[in-house]
């Protein structure tokens, strides 16, 4: 009589181990792998950056802001520039080329979307 315990023991413990082996796992899709030149990351469609000069101020920008109806997503602490959004009526090209005439403005350009999954190249150094 003193066997049966270690017989339900091993029976359990195999029907353990046979059972793992039966779950199903997921399978993730990888995305396809990127050729030469193909890749071109996103942006937002109706936020985009500019950086103005210190020493002029952003005082002109935030004049322009107001006079072309743009909102300030984000005003940077760290460097200077903002993020904006478009105005509804506005295309986001057409808007950034208004910012780019704008007194003490030095860069207007999109506000690129990056994901962990997107490609890396790493950069080369030119000597």
């Known amino acids: 009589m003193p066997l049966?315990?270690?017989?339900?023991?091993?029976c359990l413990m195999s029907f353990m181990v046979c059972g793992s082996c039966g779950t199903k796992q997921e399978v993730v899709e990888m995305p396809k792998p990127i050729q030469g030149g193909e890749y071109i990351p996103e942006h937002s469609k109706t936020v985009f950056l500019v950086m103005y000069d210190a020493e002029v101020g952003k005082a002109p920008l935030l004049k322009a802001i107001d006079d072309y109806g743009c909102e300030i997503v984000y005003d940077y602490?760290?460097?200077t520039g903002m993020a904006l959004k478009k105005p509804e009526d506005k295309t986001l090209e057409e808007t950034m080329e208004y910012f780019r005439k704008v007194d003490g403005v030095t860069?207007?350009?999109?506000?690129?979307i990056y994901r962990l999954t997107d490609p890396v190249k790493p950069k080369l150094e030119k000597r």
């Open 4 to 10: 049966k315990p270690q017989i339900l023991i091993v």
């Open 77 to 79: 602490n760290i460097i």
């Open 107 to 112: 860069n207007v350009e999109y506000d690129h």
